[in-house]
Protein backbone atom coordinates (compact mmCIF):
# COMPACT_ATOMS: atom_id res chain seq x y z
CA UNK A 1 0.00 0.00 0.00
CA UNK A 2 1.27 3.58 -1.04
CA UNK A 3 0.78 6.20 1.49
CA UNK A 4 0.82 9.47 0.37
CA UNK A 5 0.39 12.53 1.85
CA UNK A 6 -1.26 15.53 0.31
CA UNK A 7 0.09 18.98 1.69
CA UNK A 8 -3.26 20.26 3.55
CA UNK A 9 -2.61 23.86 4.28
CA UNK A 10 -4.13 25.97 1.91
CA UNK A 11 -5.64 24.82 -1.76
CA UNK A 12 -7.17 22.37 -4.61
CA UNK A 13 -6.53 19.55 -1.58
CA UNK A 14 -9.94 17.08 -2.49
CA UNK A 15 -9.10 17.56 -6.42
CA UNK A 16 -5.69 15.76 -5.89
CA UNK A 17 -6.94 13.21 -3.69
CA UNK A 18 -9.82 12.27 -6.17
CA UNK A 19 -7.14 11.92 -9.05
CA UNK A 20 -5.20 10.02 -7.18
CA UNK A 21 -7.75 7.77 -6.16
CA UNK A 22 -9.10 7.57 -9.57
CA UNK A 23 -5.39 7.01 -10.75
CA UNK A 24 -4.95 4.23 -7.90
CA UNK A 25 -8.17 2.19 -9.54
CA UNK A 26 -6.81 2.86 -13.40
CA UNK A 27 -3.52 0.91 -12.31
CA UNK A 28 -4.87 -1.11 -9.93
CA UNK A 29 -2.29 0.08 -7.04
CA UNK A 30 -3.79 0.51 -3.85
CA UNK A 31 -3.21 3.92 -1.84
CA UNK A 32 -3.85 5.26 1.54
CA UNK A 33 -4.67 9.31 1.66
CA UNK A 34 -3.54 11.63 4.31
CA UNK A 35 -3.73 15.06 4.48
CA UNK A 36 -0.52 16.70 5.87
CA UNK A 37 -1.36 19.25 9.01
CA UNK A 38 1.67 18.62 11.13
CA UNK A 39 4.67 17.33 11.11
CA UNK A 40 4.37 13.65 12.45
CA UNK A 41 1.63 13.54 9.53
CA UNK A 42 4.66 12.72 7.43
CA UNK A 43 5.66 9.72 9.77
CA UNK A 44 5.60 6.54 6.86
CA UNK A 45 4.74 8.75 3.52
CA UNK A 46 6.25 6.94 0.66
CA UNK A 47 4.94 10.76 -1.41
CA UNK A 48 4.04 14.28 -1.33
CA UNK A 49 1.38 16.14 -3.33
CA UNK A 50 1.85 20.13 -2.88
CA UNK A 51 -1.11 21.40 -4.21
CA UNK A 52 -2.02 24.57 -6.08
CA UNK A 53 -3.25 27.75 -4.20
CA UNK A 54 -1.77 30.03 -2.82
CA UNK A 55 1.90 30.18 -1.98
CA UNK A 56 2.71 33.21 0.04
CA UNK A 57 -0.80 31.47 2.21
CA UNK A 58 1.02 28.21 2.74
CA UNK A 59 4.49 29.59 3.81
CA UNK A 60 2.44 31.67 6.70
CA UNK A 61 0.79 28.43 7.67
CA UNK A 62 3.30 26.31 7.41
CA UNK A 63 5.89 28.44 9.33
CA UNK A 64 3.69 28.36 12.31
CA UNK A 65 3.28 24.63 12.65
CA UNK A 66 7.27 23.67 11.73
CA UNK A 67 5.19 21.76 8.66
CA UNK A 68 7.29 23.74 6.33
CA UNK A 69 10.68 22.45 7.64
CA UNK A 70 9.30 18.87 8.22
CA UNK A 71 7.99 18.61 4.81
CA UNK A 72 11.64 20.19 3.45
CA UNK A 73 13.42 17.66 5.42
CA UNK A 74 11.23 14.93 3.87
CA UNK A 75 11.87 16.30 0.24
CA UNK A 76 15.36 16.50 0.79
CA UNK A 77 15.32 12.82 2.07
CA UNK A 78 14.55 11.99 -1.52
CA UNK A 79 10.56 11.37 -0.96
CA UNK A 80 8.79 11.24 -3.81
CA UNK A 81 7.41 15.08 -4.30
CA UNK A 82 4.63 16.33 -7.16
CA UNK A 83 3.69 20.20 -7.24
CA UNK A 84 1.24 21.68 -9.17
CA UNK A 85 1.24 25.28 -9.72
CA UNK A 86 1.95 27.16 -6.18
CA UNK A 87 3.07 23.47 -5.08
CA UNK A 88 5.76 24.11 -8.27
CA UNK A 89 6.83 27.64 -7.33
CA UNK A 90 7.50 26.09 -3.45
CA UNK A 91 9.77 22.91 -5.31
CA UNK A 92 11.67 25.85 -7.44
CA UNK A 93 15.60 26.18 -6.47
CA UNK A 94 15.25 29.89 -7.90
CA UNK A 95 12.01 31.77 -7.75
CA UNK A 96 11.19 35.84 -9.24
CA UNK A 97 7.93 36.76 -7.25
CA UNK A 98 8.15 39.57 -9.83
CA UNK A 99 9.32 40.01 -13.04
CA UNK A 100 11.89 42.91 -11.44
CA UNK A 101 12.55 40.97 -8.33
CA UNK A 102 15.70 38.76 -6.93
CA UNK A 103 15.41 35.83 -7.22
CA UNK A 104 14.91 33.66 -3.86
CA UNK A 105 15.24 29.60 -2.58
CA UNK A 106 11.64 28.05 -2.22
CA UNK A 107 10.18 26.75 0.73
CA UNK A 108 11.37 23.13 -0.37
CA UNK A 109 14.40 24.26 -2.82
CA UNK A 110 14.75 20.73 -5.06
CA UNK A 111 14.24 21.52 -8.34
CA UNK A 112 16.85 23.26 -10.83
CA UNK A 113 14.47 25.47 -12.17
CA UNK A 114 13.77 29.27 -12.28
CA UNK A 115 9.81 30.12 -12.15
CA UNK A 116 7.96 33.45 -12.48
CA UNK A 117 4.84 33.51 -9.93
CA UNK A 118 2.01 35.13 -11.59
CA UNK A 119 4.09 34.83 -15.16
CA UNK A 120 0.91 35.00 -17.57
CA UNK A 121 -0.07 38.62 -15.69
CA UNK A 122 -3.16 39.54 -13.92
CA UNK A 123 -5.21 40.08 -17.32
CA UNK A 124 -4.59 36.31 -18.21
CA UNK A 125 -5.44 35.01 -14.85
CA UNK A 126 -6.79 31.63 -16.07
CA UNK A 127 -7.43 29.73 -19.32
CA UNK A 128 -7.20 26.39 -20.46
CA UNK A 129 -5.34 24.81 -23.69
CA UNK A 130 -4.38 21.58 -24.97
CA UNK A 131 -0.72 20.18 -24.54
CA UNK A 132 0.79 16.90 -25.52
CA UNK A 133 1.92 14.33 -22.84
CA UNK A 134 3.54 11.50 -24.49
CA UNK A 135 2.29 12.29 -27.90
CA UNK A 136 -1.44 12.50 -26.29
CA UNK A 137 -3.50 15.90 -25.99
CA UNK A 138 -4.30 16.52 -22.51
CA UNK A 139 -6.64 19.42 -20.82
CA UNK A 140 -3.94 21.82 -18.96
CA UNK A 141 -6.15 24.68 -16.73
CA UNK A 142 -3.63 27.61 -15.84
CA UNK A 143 -4.92 29.49 -12.94
CA UNK A 144 -2.60 32.72 -12.11
CA UNK A 145 0.29 30.14 -13.16
CA UNK A 146 3.22 30.65 -12.66
CA UNK A 147 5.99 30.52 -15.57
CA UNK A 148 9.28 28.00 -15.84
CA UNK A 149 11.81 30.60 -16.95
CA UNK A 150 14.87 28.57 -16.93
CA UNK A 151 15.23 24.71 -16.45
CA UNK A 152 18.69 22.87 -16.28
CA UNK A 153 20.49 20.09 -18.17
CA UNK A 154 19.37 17.40 -15.67
CA UNK A 155 15.95 18.04 -15.25
CA UNK A 156 13.42 16.60 -18.38
CA UNK A 157 10.74 18.60 -20.18
CA UNK A 158 7.52 16.62 -20.29
CA UNK A 159 5.60 19.57 -22.24
CA UNK A 160 6.14 22.61 -23.41
CA UNK A 161 3.43 25.69 -23.75
CA UNK A 162 4.48 28.41 -26.03
CA UNK A 163 8.14 27.17 -25.89
CA UNK A 164 8.08 27.19 -21.98
CA UNK A 165 8.19 24.18 -19.83
CA UNK A 166 5.18 23.55 -18.27
CA UNK A 167 5.75 19.74 -16.70
CA UNK A 168 8.73 19.02 -15.75
CA UNK A 169 10.65 15.78 -14.17
CA UNK A 170 13.68 15.60 -11.92
CA UNK A 171 14.32 12.14 -10.56
CA UNK A 172 11.40 11.95 -8.06
CA UNK A 173 10.07 15.03 -8.54
CA UNK A 174 7.50 16.01 -10.76
CA UNK A 175 6.44 19.28 -11.29
CA UNK A 176 3.71 20.99 -13.22
CA UNK A 177 2.53 25.25 -13.49
CA UNK A 178 -0.80 23.88 -14.31
CA UNK A 179 -3.09 21.66 -12.77
CA UNK A 180 -3.72 18.30 -13.94
CA UNK A 181 -5.84 17.07 -10.99
CA UNK A 182 -8.92 19.76 -12.70
CA UNK A 183 -9.02 17.79 -15.96
CA UNK A 184 -10.92 14.61 -16.30
CA UNK A 185 -7.27 12.94 -17.27
CA UNK A 186 -5.64 11.30 -14.50
CA UNK A 187 -2.13 10.55 -17.01
CA UNK A 188 0.20 12.42 -14.66
CA UNK A 189 -1.37 11.17 -11.16
CA UNK A 190 -0.48 7.98 -12.43
CA UNK A 191 2.74 9.32 -13.80
CA UNK A 192 3.14 9.75 -9.66
CA UNK A 193 1.80 6.88 -8.63
CA UNK A 194 4.00 5.48 -11.11
CA UNK A 195 7.26 7.26 -9.68
CA UNK A 196 6.32 6.29 -6.21
CA UNK A 197 6.08 2.32 -7.11
CA UNK A 198 9.93 2.41 -8.07
CA UNK A 199 10.82 4.58 -5.34
CA UNK A 200 9.56 2.18 -2.77
CA UNK A 201 10.40 -1.08 -4.30
CA UNK A 202 12.93 -0.26 -7.71
CA UNK A 203 12.38 -3.60 -9.01
CA UNK A 204 8.61 -4.27 -8.89
CA UNK A 205 7.19 -4.33 -12.39
CA UNK A 206 3.64 -3.48 -11.28
CA UNK A 207 4.83 -0.07 -10.93
CA UNK A 208 6.41 0.09 -14.16
N1 LIG B 1 -0.21 32.56 -8.09
C1 LIG B 1 -0.21 31.56 -7.07
C2 LIG B 1 1.04 31.68 -6.20
O1 LIG B 1 1.84 32.50 -6.42
C3 LIG B 1 -0.31 30.18 -7.64
C4 LIG B 1 -1.66 29.96 -8.26
C5 LIG B 1 -2.14 28.55 -8.20
O2 LIG B 1 -1.60 27.70 -7.51
N2 LIG B 1 -3.21 28.30 -8.91
O3 LIG B 1 1.22 30.93 -5.28
Known sequence: MLKIGILGLQGA??????????????????ISLIRLLNPEDL?????????????????LIGNKTGMLQAVKNKIE????AFGTCAGAILLSKR????LNSEVSEGA???VDIEILRNG???????????INIEDKPFEAIFIRAPIINTVSNHVEILSL??????????????????????????????KFLQIIGNFVSPNNDNYK
Open 43 to 59: EGIHGIVIPGGESSAMI
Open 161 to 190: YQDKAVIIQQGNILVSTFHPELSNDNLIHR
Open 95 to 98: VRRT
Open 77 to 80: SGTP
Open 108 to 110: FPV
Open 120 to 130: YGRQRDSFSTV
Open 13 to 30: IEEHENALLSASKALNVP
